[in-house]
């Protein structure tokens, strides 16, 4: 009998009024988007009004400024896509180098690349962006995808996930029966720690999505725009533009630019507990 | 975990190991290779880069335009002098003295109850609780900001007031506000997921010395719980002293000063005045700020859990 069959009525009063507080806005959102502006102030803001303008609402959101709001939901694909990839592949040879071989300083060296996680990313921004002047890649892909292959956290996990997924003697093995260094890798190593590379992808993959700062400092034509800068670049201009101002279609975007995150949560969630209880307990 | 590489008796008796297929020296560097390139480009070379920038001053010379000039440390007695930038860190440091006790308490609290039972609706609440990190830190502060906004604020709808959670007296609850729903059901699953490594035995021997349900979770699973705690205070710490994209997207909307958060000032400050020396220095004095406070906190843990 350790954990009772239900929750006593307090604690689900409790709980009833934080899931409440945590779902509020998105709740106000969804009323939200079928609403015109006029609505949006006239009408009580938890509930739905008649007409419906959600597609006239949808048509704005995907034809303003010559639907370029399709083109920063592209842009947050491929850079959350390409860091998340890229990272994962970085972080799981960084990992196995880490767990499975001995070489000098590397005690030092894990060290010291963890303790960067301490270094506030935004701290960072500045030179970057001074480098990127210098070096040309200022105002291109690279620019946002780059500085997220440099990622402690993905690395740290790797490593557990290398540790406890593919054992030594199974590399050992391989090696007397002839494999390659690169075989062992790619071929053996890789679909054991399957899981490992998911857990990676996803933080990597909702790190990038959610990044607002440096796409805000590295890119500045608005066609390189991800969503969460076009999205904030919208609402600022919206106010002060002396046209009508469309915030029901930035809140419809912004909907829009959650959704792949919460398919993701809901559809590979395990592997989000896996990597938060490892960095939990093993931290 | 050890260091030696202890192969199968067997396997080695069988067949000695041919000295050609050993891994190499060379292979494990190899597989570094990447992750260090990187690291060296967008950590070690911007780290240094600050450094050496934060020694240079905007200088006048005569009629010209402004030149760069070695200018020691006087960008950082600037800093220490700079009234706004002094504020911006008294503004994040009364931030975190209450956010991050108030969200660690409410998600400790939410994990342990969550942990007293089992079932589907636990499963329901996580999800409805973690929703909120899915929302990326703009577009939270976006939908906050209509949310607080005075005319269209469903909460002064209901309420029949007029507050305005932008205002100067407000602005830095209303802040944590969107930091502490972004960020509480997050720290809930981690301390969640500790908690649900813990070995059931524990709680059995608990149970059988006659432990109600709140001295369990006061006594058995509070202390477990520290070394998570610990950790999630740590990433908390780190992640105020970055605050930016809510106080940034919200400034359109009311009243926001630009030294709300040590990272908006520094940030308006260089986009205004170019002062890549000075911006530098403030970006070197943010990040040695974070390791000074979480190094404090962590020293501080260790000495309370020493006694």
């Known amino acids: 009998m350790l954990r009772r069959e239900s929750f006593s009525p307090i604690q689900w009063l409790l709980l009833a009024v934080f899931t409440v507080y945590c779902l509020l806005p998105l709740w106000w959102v969804i009323t939200t988007m079928f609403k015109d502006n006029g609505q949006l102030f006239s009408t009580f803001g938890l509930w739905f009004s008649a007409p419906s303008h959600l597609l006239e609402n949808v048509r704005t959101l995907f034809t303003r400024q010559d639907g370029i709001f399709s083109r920063w939901l592209l842009n947050s694909v491929i850079y959350a896509g390409a860091t998340a990839l890229g990272s994962v592949m970085v972080s799981a040879m960084a990992g196995y180098a880490f767990s499975k071989f001995d070489f000098a300083a590397k005690r030092g060296l894990f060290t010291l690349i963890l303790a960067t996680i301490m270094v506030p990313s935004t701290a960072l921004a500045l030179p970057i962006y001074l480098l990127m002047q210098k070096t040309g890649l200022l105002n291109t892909y690279w620019a946002v995808i780059l500085p997220g292959l440099v990622n402690p956290f993905g690395l740290y996990l790797m490593r557990l996930f290398w540790d406890a997924g593919f054992p030594k003697e199974l590399m050992e093995a391989a090696r007397i029966d002839g494999a390659s260094e690169q075989t062992i890798f790619w071929s053996l190593g890789l679909p054991l720690v399957r899981g490992g590379l998911v857990t990676v992808g996803l933080f990597a993959f909702v790190g990038a999505w959610n990044n607002f700062f440096l796409p805000l400092v590295v890119v500045n034509s608005d066609t390189l725009y991800p969503l969460t800068l076009g999205l904030s670049v919208w609402n600022q201009t919206s106010a002060s533009s002396g046209q009508e101002p469309i915030y029901t279609v930035i809140v419809l975007g912004a909907l829009i630019s959650v959704l792949p995150l919460l398919i993701a949560f809901l559809t590979l969630g395990r592997y989000w507990q896996g990597g938060l209880a490892s960095g939990a307990v093993k931290g | ?307």
């Open chain 2, 1 to 307: 975990m050890t260091a030696n590489t202890a192969v199968p008796v067997t396997a080695q008796a069988a067949s000695p190991r041919p000295k050609s297929r050993r891994a190499g020296r060379a292979t494990p560097w190899f597989f570094l290779a990447p992750f260090l390139a990187a690291f060296v480009a967008f950590f070690i070379a911007p780290v240094g880069y600050a450094v050496y920038l934060s020694l240079f001053i905007k200088k006048r010379v005569g009629v010209g335009p402004a030149r760069e000039v070695f200018g020691g440390l006087s960008n950082y007695v600037r800093a220490f002098q700079d009234s706004d930038f002094l504020q911006s860190l008294a503004h994040i440091l009364l931030f975190g003295v209450v956010q991050i006790p108030l969200m660690l308490l409410l998600a400790t609290a939410m994990a342990l109850i969550l942990d007293a039972a089992k079932g589907s609706a636990s499963k329901f609440f996580r999800t409805a609780f973690y929703l909120p990190y899915t929302v990326p830190s703009v577009i939270a502060g976006l939908l906050w900001g209509y949310l607080y906004s005075k005319n269209l604020s469903p909460f002064n709808q209901i309420s029949g007031l007029k507050t305005d959670f932008l205002s100067s007296q407000l602005i830095l609850f209303s802040i944590g506000n969107i930091v502490t729903w972004t960020w509480t059901g997050y720290n809930m699953i981690t301390l969640y997921a500790a908690l649900q490594n813990v070995p059931t035995d524990i709680y059995e021997a608990a149970r059988i010395d006659g432990a109600s349900n709140w001295q369990l979770a006061r006594y058995v699973k509070l202390p477990l719980l520290r070394p998570t705690l610990t950790l999630t205070t740590i990433f908390s710490i780190i992640g105020t002293m970055q605050i930016f994209s809510e106080p940034f997207v919200l400034r359109p909307l009311g009243y926001v000063p630009d030294n709300i958060t040590p990272n908006t000032y520094l940030y308006l400050t260089v986009a205004r005045d170019s002062n890549f020396g000075y911006g530098a220095a403030l970006a070197v004095l943010l990040a040695v700020f974070t390791l000074l406070l979480s190094g404090f906190f962590l020293r501080f843990a260790a000495e309370e859990g020493n006694t």
